[in-house]
């Protein structure tokens, strides 16, 4: 089994920036890619970034230039490093997992490519 913890969440001012940290857990299991995604109520969970353990790595149109994603092996974390957040940034963000199949494609990250699912860390982003 694999386990996703997310950590790094909370309140900040527009303008400021978060540090996102998706530690992985795994047991018996060949994690491929690593995802993060934000949801809102009433909107569809947004794919906002992945990375693939090999180092292929893609960040959505929505925050590119503000949001990056990298991975920290030896504490065996993914990191969304978010800069000049937005108070429309403001969402539960999830890091979720796969070990094979699709990371990402042209048109982005897909809720459905993923297996498995860390428990969410709020961000809360104030004008």
Not at 110 to 118: A, L
Request: hydrophobic share 35%; glycine share 12%.
């Amino acid at each position: 089994q694999v386990q996703l913890v997310e950590s790094g969440g909370g309140p900040v001012q527009a303008g400021g920036s978060l540090r996102l940290s998706c530690t992985v857990s795994v047991l018996s299991y060949d994690v491929y890619c690593v995802a993060w995604f934000r949801s809102v109520p009433g909107k569809e969970r947004e794919g906002i970034a992945a990375t693939t353990i090999g180092g292929s790595s893609y960040v959505a149109d929505s925050v590119k230039g503000r949001f990056t994603i990298s991975q920290d092996k030896t504490k065996k974390s993914v990191i969304l490093q978010m800069h000049r957040v937005l108070p429309e940034d403001t969402a539960m963000y999830y890091c979720a997992a796969n070990s094979r199949g699709r990371c990402f494609n042209a048109r982005g990250v897909h809720v459905e490519d993923f297996n498995v699912w860390g428990q969410g860390t709020q961000v809360t982003v104030s004008s």
